[in-house]
């Protein structure tokens, strides 16, 4: 049977899925185009990082893994899944290492997963393409993985300390 405080995180749980797929969506409908493609704000991976720094990294990894499939369901095709699940992979993996560290704050974290994002999907365009001049997309992808990363982090410090939830202290 579950307890309150197992009800609780499960309902924080779905509110943070619930969260990551509408911001998926609204993503969706932002013309965000600056001639490179991929480039996106990376919305979605607010609820990711939310849950990685209140809950921790196994519920972090099931809500970026849920949100890109659910996503793909809804709103893509299997391309579209081969290129979000290598940037969530090589994001989460980055965000997961920085946050347990303890030395970098949740901006930085933010933005060191948006950098990763974009190279992993930076490899899986080059595996599809198989030509060196993609990487001539890498400094845009770059700049924009911080730039959004940034932004994403300061939205993340600033809601937060609205959620009152106890941060794991693992």
Do not use: W
Not at 8 to 29: N, Q
Not at 115 to 140: D, K, R, W
């Amino acid at each position: 049977m579950m307890d309150s405080q197992d009800k609780g995180k499960t309902a924080y749980m779905g509110l943070l899925m619930a969260f990551a797929l509408i911001l998926s969506y609204v993503e969706s409908l932002i013309p965000f185009f600056f001639g490179i493609p991929g480039m996106k704000l990376g919305l979605a991976n607010l609820a990711v990082l939310l849950t990685l720094v209140l809950f921790g990294a196994k519920e972090a990894f099931v809500i970026n893994l849920g949100r890109i499939f659910i996503t793909m369901f809804l709103f893509g095709n299997m391309s579209m899944l081969l290129y979000s699940m290598a940037g969530g992979v090589f994001s989460f993996c980055v965000m997961f290492l920085m946050n347990k560290t303890k030395k970098f704050s949740i901006t930085g974290i933010s933005m060191g997963g948006g950098v990763f994002h974009n190279i992993g999907q930076l490899l899986v365009a080059y595996f599809a393409v198989q030509t060196e001049s993609i990487f001539y997309y890498m400094p845009m992808l770059l700049a924009s993985g911080v730039g959004t990363g940034l932004l994403n982090g300061i939205i993340a410090s600033s809601v937060k300390p609205y959620l009152r939830i106890k941060e794991r202290t693992e």
